[in-house]
């Protein structure tokens, strides 16, 4: 997450990344103004073996496990409004994808009432207009947020569907664990979808081969830069801390 803000800055300077990882141990993350305090078991997730931490974008609870991440910063303004640059970048993850040959499409771009309310409900229980989705559900949950002239917007990209374990860790009135049995309905895996899971390398290939058919622009690999690793460094206190992630 840390990382993820700190190219921001580079945003700030006309920079634009784009960015693939994946999640080591399972990780549960909540959106920004999601409430969690008194919601969430941290020890049971700690039994587990699961970590925390809070997003700097919005949305709702996600379990990162056996999926790959993917984030993009860009100047705010590169792409149009907050809703085009959303659905334009899902459509980059959608045609690649599509080469994978799995049948993905983003649900209707229009969005015909407001966006739910950052609950506790799991992110991947209800698709949203312009995400990734496949046999009416949802295959990438994404958010974005905007900071004065950058944006950030990122998501996972679910490989297997694992997202149960958002509500398995919820907790009751009484503080009992509270999970209910079809948190994941709303969601699908990529291997559900395709014969056989490519590998990482093969899925960042056609993702980053599908953002440039979107964008007609090239990707070229790159690594973290020493001001953007500083910038990170000096983040990483906000989300490693408690008081961030379980401040609602």
């Excluded at 229980?125 to 974005?144: F, I, N, W």
Aim: hydrophobic content about 40%.
């Amino acid at each position: 997450m840390a990382v993820d803000e700190a190219f921001m800055e580079s945003a700030r300077q006309g920079g634009i990344t784009v960015r693939f990882y994946e999640w080591e141990p399972g990780c549960l993350s909540f959106g920004r103004n999601q409430a969690a305090a008194g919601q969430y078991d941290a020890d049971a997730a700690s039994l587990r073996g699961i970590d925390i931490v809070r997003r700097p974008t919005g949305g709702r609870a996600v379990f990162h496990h056996r999926e790959l991440t993917y984030s993009v910063t860009a100047p705010a303004e590169t792409w149009g409004s907050l809703r085009d640059t959303y659905c334009r970048i899902n459509r980059a993850l959608a045609a690649g994808l599509r080469d994978l040959g799995a049948p993905v499409v983003c649900a209707g771009e229009a969005r015909t009432g407001p966006a739910p309310r950052p609950s506790a409900r799991g992110c991947f229980r209800d698709p949203l207009p312009g995400e990734v989705t496949a046999q009416g559900r949802k295959l990438v949950g994404s958010a974005q947020w905007r900071d004065g002239a950058v944006l950030l917007q990122h998501g996972s990209i679910l490989l297997r569907n694992e997202q149960r374990v958002t509500e398995e860790l919820r907790t009751g009135s009484d503080g009992s664990l509270a999970a209910r049995s079809d948190a994941h309905t709303g969601a699908i895996g990529l291997a559900d979808l395709v014969d056989t899971l490519p590998t990482m390398a093969e899925l960042v290939e056609v993702l980053r081969a599908g953002f440039v058919t979107e964008f007609g622009a090239p990707i070229e690999a790159g690594r973290l830069r020493e001001a953007e690793r500083e910038t990170a460094d000096r983040l990483l206190d906000r989300y490693e801390d408690p008081a961030w992630t379980w401040r609602r």
